[in-house]
């Protein structure tokens, strides 16, 4: 089984181009699922409906979270739809189990008030209080995951055109940026970056004290030590960033579709949760406006 848990990995990395975070998830699911069918003394080839669904139950028994057991289905059902693809089984024994409902939970969301605060804090002063204004603005012009920011490099940056282009996996989107995003980044480009790299060749766009590319951890402390200055009782990560700049996008009228394109989501379902966070006013608009409201 681990030979062949390895060829399904590659297989999701080569043909499925997936991103590296996607695909520990699903090393980690299969993993789990191995170990336990070794310790059941269970042929993973051979195993039934039955033994999927008491796997799922032992999860739920030693506390996984509903969310948890919902995306080890997902990738227990990938992993033998593979097997199926590659005729090393006839049937998929995952096939009609159902996965347990998750119920979406509501984004943490900032209000326009919390995000100008915020985003007041970073004073330009300095190398660092330069770069990290360029950043929290551009966190939420941009409403990209934190992943796509560390991982953008100074070349993704089109400043004349003002947008930055995501490259996530095989797909591609381009941004726009506002105004103060655009200036922020300037100072920070010219001002800050020159004296913080150690090297001509850095490719990164945001770099850390030590002139290299800036991790997950650095960005989500740089954030919780500005939200703390800021004196915000929400707690706010980079994720909140993205949710409030996509709540305050469809607030403003802004149209779903053209929100999902910017957010990266490959199904507006995802987008979709947004819509609970519209104005009362746009609400009362709608129903005295629209005929059949």
Same mark, same amino acid.
């Given at each position: 089984m681990e030979k062949k848990i390895k060829l399904f990995l590659e297989f999701l990395q080569k043909d499925k181009k997936l991103s590296d975070n996607t695909l520990q998830s699903y090393k980690r699911d299969i993993t789990q699922y191995e170990s336990y069918i070794n310790e059941e003394n269970l042929q993973y080839l051979k195993v039934t409906k039955e033994d999927i669904k008491n796997y799922l139950e032992n999860l739920k028994n030693i506390g996984k979270k509903t969310s948890t057991i919902s995306r080890n289905l997902a990738s227990i059902r990938s992993f033998y739809q593979y097997l199926v693809r590659t005729k090393k089984i006839k049937e998929d024994p995952t096939e009609g189990i159902q996965s347990p409902k998750v119920e979406?939970?509501?984004?943490?969301?900032?209000?326009?008030?919390?995000?100008?605060?915020?985003?007041?804090?970073?004073?330009?002063?300095?190398?660092k209080g330069i770069r990290d204004k360029a950043m929290l603005e551009f966190a939420y012009a941009t409403g990209m995951r934190v992943t796509e920011i560390i991982n953008l490099?100074?070349?993704?940056?089109?400043?004349?055109?003002?947008?930055?282009?995501?490259?996530?996996?095989?797909? +591609?989107?381009?941004?726009? *940026?506002? #105004? !103060?995003?655009?200036?922020?980044?300037?100072?920070? /480009?010219?001002?800050?970056?020159? %004296?913080?790299?150690?090297?001509?060749?850095?490719?990164?766009?945001?770099?850390?004290?030590?002139?290299?590319?800036?991790?997950?951890?650095?960005?989500?402390?740089?954030?919780?030590?500005?939200?703390?200055?800021?004196?915000?009782?929400?707690?706010?990560?980079?994720?909140?960033?993205?949710?409030?700049?996509?709540?305050?996008?469809? +607030?403003?009228?802004?149209? *779903?579709? #053209? !929100?999902?394109?910017?957010?990266?989501?490959?199904? /507006?379902?995802?987008?979709?949760? %947004?819509?609970?966070?519209?104005?009362?006013?746009?609400?009362?608009?709608?129903?005295?406006?629209?005929?059949?409201?």
């Open positions: 979406k939970r509501v984004p943490n969301v900032l209000t326009s008030k919390e995000v100008e605060l915020l985003l007041e804090q970073p004073k330009a002063v300095d190398l490099n100074i070349d993704d940056l089109n400043l004349k055109e003002g947008y930055v282009s995501c490259n996530n996996a095989s797909k +591609q989107r381009n941004i726009p *940026l506002g #105004a !103060i995003s655009i200036n922020a980044l300037k100072e920070y /480009i010219k001002k800050a970056r020159p %004296y913080l790299i150690k090297s001509e060749d850095e490719k990164s766009l945001f770099v850390n004290i030590n002139g290299k590319r800036l991790t997950r951890q650095g960005f989500w402390k740089i954030v919780k030590f500005y939200k703390e200055q800021a004196h915000i009782d929400k707690d706010i990560t980079p994720h909140v960033l993205r949710h409030s700049f996509a709540t305050h996008l469809l +607030q403003n009228g802004a149209d *779903l579709k #053209a !929100i999902q394109v910017m957010l990266g989501h490959s199904d /507006i379902s995802s987008t979709q949760v %947004y819509m609970q966070f519209q104005d009362e006013g746009l609400k009362n608009i709608y129903k005295k406006a629209h005929p059949r409201a």
